[in-house]
């Protein structure tokens, strides 16, 4: 009888361990984005575009594009992608000029925790 409770929570436990190790990986990340980090691209890029690994709220997303080293450019804010809400893209209505830009993201997941994060790219068109 004791090696059967025995064998129990040891199987209890493991479940258990293995059940918060999912919900540990299951939190809110950046999986990519467009233009991607680093990046040198060859246009002004219409949208700047981040793909979450699940859909933030939006109420408490934010996305912000500025030339490196000024100030952020008044764009519209960053809205989720119609036919998948894990996506969120902000319009770049502006043509950037050659440079440097960075990005900085906040996102809210749907339990309230905010991750943030930056990643710069440069435009550098053909001459």
């Known amino acids: 009888m004791a ?11 493991t479940a258990t361990l293995t059940t918060a190790g999912v919900f540990v990986c ?6 990519t984005s467009s233009p991607k980090k680093d990046e040198t ?10 793909w979450f690994t699940e859909a933030p709220q939006m109420a408490g997303t934010s996305v912000r594009l500025l030339p490196k080293g000024g100030e ?8 989720a992608q119609e036919d998948d809400s894990s996506v969120v893209v902000l319009d770049v209505s502006e043509t950037l000029a050659d440079g440097d830009y960075e990005v900085m993201w906040r996102a809210m997941a749907q339990d309230g925790h905010t991750i943030r994060g930056d990643f710069g790219f ?3 068109t053909a001459r």
């Open 3 to 13: 090696g059967w409770i025995r064998d129990r929570a040891v199987v209890l436990a």
């Open 26 to 31: 299951a939190h809110l990340a950046l999986e």
């Open 41 to 50: 691209v060859a246009i002004s890029p219409p949208t700047v575009t981040l």
């Open 72 to 79: 952020p450019l008044d764009l519209d804010p960053a809205t």
């Open 122 to 124: 440069t435009v550098q």
